[in-house]
């Protein structure tokens, strides 16, 4: 029974992380510490639960991005350069975490990502950060009803900006993607299927060299992973088949819901945590 429960957190995780590029973090740390609460499971804690669930992150992203690959909705160089910036930035945000008053900034940052989550509202009235086209990059794209997007940014200003998203993701844990995709929709026009495609691409080496440091830590349940790895392999492709399916309009009212509840949890965090 705990084995079957274990996949099925790792098939919804990883279907709704592969699906909106969130990676399924939001999902499977807080499953697991719930299910730290129940008998035979108390031997969770948080450190427990969050190198588990990056170690997880590792088969979604791989397994989302081979199935991206196949609908060619990955931007290998924007995810390289947004890479440059947002793995120093997190490094450093996890770094400056041990100095900050959690609870506050968890209040704060809850309110802005609901902020971020209003201004996806305001998206077609909104202007791309201005970029000279001859020493920027451009794309285009047209989605699956037809529409087709232009969309684009300046290299250096995409990497400062990624380092900022990485640090502020750092300090909290939440995950890159829940910063860095409505970043890359809200700041480069980028189309909202290409914008989770790369950001699943970002999340697979992220996720690597943060399990590295997890696993030498000791922070990784193996049985756990184990039961979680099948289910999380399986739900990319799940994730992966429905964003293929859906409109852009539904994937960003479906990134603007998560976002909301990412908002709410951590000003509860915060308040009471």
Do not use: C
């Amino acid at each position: 029974m705990e084995w079957i429960l274990l996949v099925l957190v790792g098939v919804a995780a990883s279907s709704l992380g592969s699906l909106i590029g969130l990676g399924g973090g939001i999902i499977v740390v807080p499953s697991l510490l719930y299910l730290a609460t129940l008998s035979g499971f108390g031997h969770i804690t948080p450190q427990v639960a969050v190198g588990t669930s990056l170690f997880t992150m590792i088969f979604t992203g791989l397994s989302s991005t081979l199935a991206y690959m196949k609908f060619k909705l990955v931007d290998y160089k924007a995810g390289l350069i947004f890479l440059i910036g947002s793995g120093p930035g997190s490094i450093l945000g996890a770094w400056v975490t041990e100095a900050l008053n959690l609870k506050s900034f968890n209040i704060f940052f809850g309110i802005f990502i609901l902020l971020v989550s209003v201004v996806l509202f305001l998206k077609d009235k909104l202007k791309p950060i201005p970029y000279r086209k001859d020493k920027g990059i451009v794309r285009s794209f047209t989605d699956n009803t037809g529409k087709t997007f232009e969309y684009g940014f300046n290299p250096v200003m995409g990497a400062f900006i990624a380092f900022v998203v990485g640090f502020l993701s750092g300090i909290l844990g939440v995950g890159g993607g829940s910063l860095m995709v409505p970043t890359m929709i809200l700041l480069f026009f980028f189309p909202p299927h290409v914008a989770t495609a790369t950001s699943m691409f970002m999340i697979l080496p992220t996720s690597i060299l943060s399990s590295i440091t997890h696993i030498s830590l000791g922070n990784v349940d193996w049985y756990l992973a184990l039961a979680l790895v099948p289910g999380a392999w399986m739900g990319a492709k799940v994730g992966v088949l429905l964003n293929s399916k859906l409109k852009s309009k539904t994937i960003v009212v479906l990134l603007r819901t998560v976002l909301i509840v990412v908002g709410i949890r951590l000003i509860y965090q915060g308040i009471f945590g």
